[in-house]
């Protein structure tokens, strides 16, 4: 496979990965309006419990420390992975979440998602801190003698096959009556409550659920990359989605396909290409200068993203309430 | 009861319960820091029967009915919805017993149809939990078009079907305390507490929702409604409340309520 091949495919996974993050977050702050500046822990909660659960044990002696080390075969891998991402999100969600101001919660989470940057990477027994963890295998390739980076194809299909299903799930039940809640408490929260609505429980499953897919996003990603440590998932990861899902259209998973294409994808890559210029470390900043253009100037042009928010429109009762003669039928 | 009205004899719009009272408010309070909000009042509102507030800026009113629907504490008092105690609940668990409100500020679900604004008030039973959506998609999908069918009813009945399909962001100030007013109908309530709803409705279109208050209050359900007008409550209300600085200074019938001296100093000045 040649060096070209293998980088389109290795940005096709990392796509699946990020669409599947933009859907949660999508899901959460487009329908719902929680805003979620702790996303890429719970995907970093996944990737980590994916990769103990595949490394095997770890012993005294092992160059690399972790918990929970085992050899859980497909699909248990992925399942646990999800199961961190829903267990963290409930559990970081049942004091972050509480009735207070949305900006408040969103700096809750915000601080969430530097502590535990900083407690991962001080404490080595956890997830081999700072250093992070190597050598993760893909155990539904193992099924057939193939390694994720040995078979690229191969995994990119499978996470495709994963990232298609689930992201169909997320658009199926956006649309369905517990969608249309989300919405609701989104746009006015003591009417939504006052209209019957259980705010605290609709606020609390919506952020289990895109827990959930974060971690299996984690999990996915970090069984193609084979290494997962504190350098990947920085806070400023959480605004690259921020950004992909504003630039695509917040509340329209069409739009944010395209900002996932634009932000993670296209424009964070472009300045690799660009010739080395000033001092080193130059191009890895202009990434950042990128991402704050592409949200000013989607503040200016396309203040709702390039494909906004679509209004549904309703369907008119079958048999209609004909009970009076209708005036004025010409 | 004329054509648009026709509808209510098929499809009631409220679920009556026999007996009196149907909300009654004991000896209710809500401070503010030190500041006494509402102090101590105690009202009923029998099925039917629609009861006003009145009272200048800053008496009350608005943290009284926040109290009754459990959006601001109470600091003592009871609140009873039939016969069962609901000071205790949040106020999801008050409008699934059937106590729902508007608010003093136009809440509409900005970013949603009107159409949707009607159907998510009855969101609040288990029918629409993300347990029933995924277990049951065919008792969804058959709730769904009933709720169609009931919403566009409603729609009809305050002529406000061809605003169907328009974002609530996209009213007028009129259109979106009738979109308020018809949400809570929707969830079939048993009181409706309303915080100044003529605020912003064109006043030919005020004749129009007296009356269809008055229609709707007939089949019975209780409204208590916060007003400045005094010539709407006159034309609105059974009986009068008034409040000043967070009690309760004359209540009765409007005519002989305006006539109190007291009532005249605390709300002419
Ligand atoms: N959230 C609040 N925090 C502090 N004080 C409040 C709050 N809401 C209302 N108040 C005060 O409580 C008193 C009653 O207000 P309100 O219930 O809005 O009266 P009304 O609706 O009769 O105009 C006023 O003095 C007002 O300033
Ligand atoms: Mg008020």
Not at chain 1, 34 to 60: C, E, H, K, M, R
Not at chain 1, 247 to 272: C, D
Request: aromatic share 8%.
């Amino acid at each position: 496979m040649g060096a070209w091949s293998f980088y389109i495919t290795t940005l096709l996974v990392y796509f699946v990965v990020d669409a599947l993050s933009a859907f949660s977050l999508n899901l959460q702050f487009g329908y719902a309006g929680v805003v979620n500046f702790g996303f890429i822990v719970f995907q970093a909660a996944g990737a980590y419990v994916a990769a103990v659960v595949t490394l095997g044990p770890s012993g005294p002696a092992s160059f690399q420390q972790y918990i929970l080390g085992s050899h859980l075969p497909f699909p248990l891998d992925l399942l646990a992975a999800t199961l961190a991402g829903a267990l963290l999100s409930f559990v970081v969600g049942l004091f972050a979440l509480r009735r207070m101001r949305r900006d408040y919660q969103a700096a809750v989470l915000l601080i969430v998602s530097l502590i535990a940057l900083q407690v991962v990477s001080a404490d080595v027994p956890l997830f081999n801190g700072s250093n992070g963890l190597t050598g993760v295998t893909w155990p539904f390739g193992q099924l057939f003698g193939a390694t994720a980076t040995g078979s690229p194809y191969l995994y990119l299909g499978y996470a495709a096959v994963i990232g298609v299903l689930v992201c169909l799930g997320v658009i199926w039940l956006s649309r369905s009556p517990w969608g249309r809640s989300l919405r609701a408490m989104r746009d006015h929260e003591d009417a939504a409550s006052a209209m019957g609505l259980n705010i605290t429980s609709l606020r609390l499953q919506v952020f289990v659920l895109g827990g959930a897919i974060a971690g299996l996003s984690g999990g996915l990603l970090v069984e193609y990359i084979g290494a997962w440590s504190p350098g990947a998932w920085g806070y400023a990861e959480t605004f690259v989605i921020f950004t992909a899902i504003f630039v695509g259209g917040v509340g329209n998973y069409r739009g944010v396909l395209v900002g996932t294409l634009l932000v993670p994808i296209i424009f964070l890559e472009i300045p690799r290409f660009l010739p080395a210029i000033g001092y080193p470390g130059l191009t890895d900043s202009l990434e950042w200068v990128v991402v704050g253009l592409a949200w000013m100037l989607c503040l200016l042009f396309r203040p709702r993203g390039i494909i906004p928010e679509r209004r549904l429109k309703a369907a008119r009762p079958a048999s209609p309430l004909e009970t009076a003669p209708a005036e004025g039928s010409a | 009861m004329g054509g648009s009205m026709a509808l209510g004899a098929a499809d009631p719009l409220v679920a009556p319960i026999p007996g009196a009272p149907v909300l009654e408010a004991r000896d209710v309070a809500v401070g503010y820091g030190g500041v006494r909000a509402v102090d101590g009042v105690s009202l009923a509102i029998r099925p039917g029967e629609v009861v006003g507030i009145i009272g200048p800026n800053g008496a009350g009113k608005s943290s009284f009915l926040g109290a009754l629907g459990g959006q601001v504490k109470r600091s003592r008092g009871q609140i009873l919805l039939g016969s069962r105690d609901v000071s205790q609940l949040p106020p999801h668990d008050r409008a699934r017993l059937g106590l729902v409100r508007t608010f003093q500020t136009t809440s509409e679900f900005a970013r949603m149809t009107v159409f949707e604004n009607l159907v998510t008030a009855a969101e609040g039973d288990s029918g629409a939990s993300l347990k029933a959506v995924i277990l049951h998609p065919g008792r969804t999908h058959l709730r769904e078009q009933e709720l169609a069918q009931r919403a566009f009813g409603i729609m009809e009945r305050f002529e406000m079907t061809h605003t169907a399909d328009l974002y609530g962001r996209e009213l007028s100030g009129g259109q979106r305390r009738l979109v308020e007013i018809m949400r809570c109908l929707v969830r079939h309530p048993r009181v409706l507490l309303l915080d100044e709803p003529m605020v912003g409705v064109a006043p030919h279109l005020t004749g129009k929702l007296i009356d269809d208050l008055r229609a709707i209050a007939a089949e019975g359900l209780g409204i208590l409604v916060v007003e400045h007008a005094l010539e709407v409550v006159r034309r609105l209300c059974d009986r009068v409340v008034v409040m000043a600085f967070g009690k309760v200074i004359a209540a009765g019938e409007f005519e002989e309520v305006v006539a109190d001296p007291q009532v005249q100093a605390a709300y002419l000045s």
